[in-house]
């Protein structure tokens, strides 16, 4: 499948609510084609982050650069992404990955795991995720047919 090169800015210090907006019309002004936020402790929580992004701008993609599925609980992460895709006006784009700093699951109080237990727990994300998504409990009013999702 073919798909155009686009251009993404990774923002990754937090600002207050005037501050981050600016950033994110300015990202815009220069021409990037997608705002993404990481997923580390001590910076800017993704979702509320990127919803404020979809207030300040009209046409970038926005994007989660990118989750650490061991922070998640698969449908509490299906519902946070369902309602950030729908206050987006249908912009977001989900990263997800292990997880590779040990520091901050201690600091969370959530077990690390050894490289494989960390890519098996993505791999079951995903596929909750998917399973999620595709529900009218967690996606309602959602349109029906193939390739619909919330």
Same mark, same amino acid.
């Given at each position: ?10 923002? %990754?210090? *937090?600002? /207050? @609510?005037?501050?981050?907006? #600016? ?6 002004? !220069? &021409?990037?084609? +997608? ?8 910076? %800017?929580? *993704?979702? /509320? @982050?990127?919803?404020?992004? #979809? ?6 993609? !926005? &994007?989660?650069? +990118? ?18 895709? #729908? ?6 784009? !989900? &990263? ?55």
């Amino acid at each position: 499948m073919n798909r155009p090169f686009r251009f993404g800015v990774n923002l %990754t210090v *937090p600002a /207050p @609510a005037e501050e981050w907006r #600016a950033k994110c019309r300015r990202a815009e002004e !220069l &021409g990037y084609d +997608v705002i993404l936020v990481p997923d580390h402790l001590g910076m %800017t929580a *993704p979702f /509320p @982050a990127l919803v404020a992004a #979809a207030e300040a701008t009209e046409r970038p993609r !926005l &994007g989660t650069f +990118v989750l650490n599925a061991g922070f998640w609980n698969p449908a509490l992460l299906a519902r946070e992404v369902a309602t950030t895709d #729908a206050l987006t006006g249908g912009r977001l784009e !989900l &990263g997800l990955g292990t997880g590779y700093v040990r520091a901050e699951h201690d600091a969370a109080g959530l077990p690390f795991g050894a490289p494989g237990e960390r890519v098996d727990r993505l791999r079951r994300t995903v596929e909750e995720l998917g399973r999620l998504l595709d529900s009218p409990t967690t996606c309602p009013g959602r349109s029906s047919g193939p390739g619909s999702r919330c």
